[in-house]
């Protein structure tokens, strides 16, 4: 009864493995296979994350520019997580247009529209830029 048991659990794990491997595999969101290169070729530069994970790193430093004060931590968090030109693309793509709240009643300062690229040098000070344009630079991309 116990090699049946065993039998039966080393199955079930098996398809898991299989099933993870094959939603691991899968490319989600709109993210295209290579990002084109100027001269209407891929470039050969392929993003590096699944396309789902681009969604929720657009979001998590939308969140941190949107409202009060700035999480810079969060960005720069996400920011990391990119390993190419390619990456960035494709979560300049995926973050689009978006509005930034300066806050509920902030008589300071309106709110902002516009790409990843806009928002962060509207949000970020000259320093914040700085430290943003040397990981940056790590990955060939300068704001």
């Known amino acids: 009864m116990k090699k049946k048991a065993l039998l039966i ?31 209407g070729g891929g470039g050969g530069i392929y993003p590096t994350i699944a396309g789902l994970d681009y969604a929720e790193m657009a979001d998590d430093i939308h969140s941190a520019m949107d409202g009060y004060g700035t999480s810079e931590d969060l960005i720069e968090n996400q920011i990391l997580k990119l390993r190419n030109k390619a990456d960035w ?37 000259e320093d914040e830029m700085a430290d943003l344009n040397a990981k940056l630079r790590k990955i060939g991309v300068s704001l």
């Open 89 to 125: 693309d494709a979560l300049v793509a995926t973050y689009g247009v978006r509005t930034v709240s300066s806050g509920r009643g902030n008589i300071f300062q309106d709110d902002f529209t516009g790409t990843l690229p806009q928002a962060l040098k509207n949000e970020l000070d």
């Open 9 to 39: 659990a080393v199955g079930i794990g098996g398809l898991a493995l299989a099933a993870y491997f094959i939603i691991k595999g899968r490319k989600g969101g709109t993210i295209p296979d290579t990002i084109p290169d100027g001269n």
